[in-house]
């Protein structure tokens, strides 16, 4: 069976600090991947999404980044952190969609991120 | 383009009364729709899902949906709310054919239980 895991689970940092939060999958090959990120009271905002290795696409303009060095891995990056990035960050699978699979994305436990 | 609406970001019922959450998706091509729960602190769980078929889906813990193209609606219900049930519910669609799998999501309903 997939799983999907997240770490760290919690987070404090200050602003102007570096940002690295990874995502694993196990137990399928070549998924898409996605990062989210909840603020409160603000729904889900797509972050990123990766189709392969090195494949990466943003949503928003930000400063966060994301990389897929491997084909079950998904990192969420930032040079400097800002107030703004405290949220909660989701990591998030799919079959690829050639597999005609329905596209139905599966979550990870998440990551509590505060930036004070 | 699609897009998820979802009305009432609060709802409160109480324990033993019929659940209804409501969801309305805008969709140029066939849908694909999904529901999930997120209680606090934690990911997002796949509650049930519309492919194709059979318009009225039933998934976990109780929970049912009826997908209703003419009013591109596609709300949850439950008959009974349990006190577990209190969490926060999101509507979600994508297309078929979709080259990126990209789900749009509602913004969400928080759903209260009261004893």
């Known amino acids: 069976s997939q799983t999907i895991h997240q770490w760290p689970a919690t987070l404090v940092q200050p602003v102007g600090s570096p940002l690295s939060l990874e995502c694993t999958v196990e137990g399928t090959s070549n998924p898409n991947l996605y990062w989210y990120r909840q603020a409160a009271g603000r729904g889900l905002q797509l972050l990123f999404y990766?189709?392969?290795?090195?494949?990466i696409s943003s949503e928003v303009p930000q400063n966060l980044s994301a990389s897929r060095p491997q084909d079950r891995q998904f990192i969420l990056s930032s040079k400097k952190l800002l107030l703004s990035d405290s949220g909660f960050y989701l990591c998030?699978?799919?079959?690829?969609?050639?597999?005609?699979?329905?596209?139905?994305?599966?979550f990870g436990p998440g990551t509590r991120l505060t930036v004070l | 383009a699609q897009s998820v609406t979802q009305l009432g970001s609060h709802v409160s019922v109480s324990e033993g009364a019929l659940v209804l959450l409501r969801c309305n998706y805008s969709?140029?091509?066939?849908?694909?729709l999904f529901w999930y729960v997120q209680y606090p602190n934690q990911g997002l769980q796949l509650l049930l899902k519309?492919?194709?078929?059979?318009?009225l889906v039933k998934g976990i813990n109780g929970f049912e949906a009826e997908f209703k193209k003419s009013e591109t609606s596609f709300h949850l219900t439950k008959p009974s709310a349990h006190m577990s049930d209190a969490a926060e519910y999101f509507c979600a669609v994508t297309f078929r054919g979709s080259t990126l799998g990209r789900l749009y999501f509602g913004r969400g309903t928080q759903l209260t239980v009261w004893p």
């Open positions: 969709s140029s091509v066939p849908p694909y």
């Open positions: 990766s189709v392969g290795i090195g494949q």
């Open positions: 998030a699978w799919s079959a690829p969609t050639t597999s005609g699979q329905g596209n139905e994305q599966f």
């Open positions: 519309y492919t194709t078929g059979a318009t």
